[in-house]
């Protein structure tokens, strides 16, 4: 089995990349017949601005931009797609935001018919939610940010298309351990991606 680590931030002595290497090596510790990949989209300047091209794909008028169709098939490789991302206005940074924009389109990530509804495309993959916010626990939870998060994210991108929410994590700078329990955490995480299908 594979997994697709996707880090969205641009320092890579962060957190962030920590806690995405700490998923790596627990999906390596978890077996030889498991395999991971990652997608670094700051160092790899992936464009998040949605152009002309991404309308005319949406209207299903023209194929993918080359850079749209390398990560669809990055993601067809992967049985797993694992979202590392510090938390930017309760939500994901601008990079990742784009990145789903862009690459989780009509055609392959669903399909918009008038006629039937919504066709969800992603029923095979599962997806893991790996978010790091610097506000503590008591604060998501006293505003329902948490709860909005996961509105928007797990159901409203991944369940519009049909992928399963395996797994949605928020690590907080007041958890006990910090940042030490953050790397646990990940590791133990990444051992259980697979774990259902050994």
């Known amino acids: 089995m594979h997994a697709l680590i996707v880090v969205a931030h641009p320092d890579q002595a962060s957190l962030t990349h920590a806690i995405a290497d700490h998923v790596a090596q627990g999906v390596a510790a978890s077996g030889p017949q498991h395999s991971f990949e990652f997608a670094d989209l700051a160092s790899e300047a992936f464009d998040p601005r949605f152009t002309q091209a991404d309308v005319a794909l949406h209207l299903t008028k023209e194929d993918p931009p080359a850079d749209v169709a390398a990560e669809h098939a990055r993601i067809d490789r992967a049985d797993a797609l694992v979202l590392v991302y510090p938390v930017h206005w309760w939500s994901f940074p601008a990079l990742l935001k784009g990145w789903i924009d862009r690459v989780f389109t009509n055609g392959w990530a669903y399909d ?53 929410v395996a797994t949605s994590d928020l690590l907080v700078s007041s958890d006990a351990g910090y940042p030490s329990s953050h790397l646990d955490a990940a590791q133990a995480i990444g051992k259980r991606i697979f774990a259902a299908q050994q």
């Open 112 to 164: 918009a018919h008038p006629d039937v509804g919504v066709v969800k495309k992603l029923q095979r993959l599962q997806v893991h939610l790996i978010a790091s916010g610097g506000a503590d626990m008591r604060t998501y939870a006293r505003h329902g940010y948490f709860g909005a998060m996961k509105t928007q994210i797990d159901h409203g991108i991944f369940g519009y298309c049909g992928a399963r």
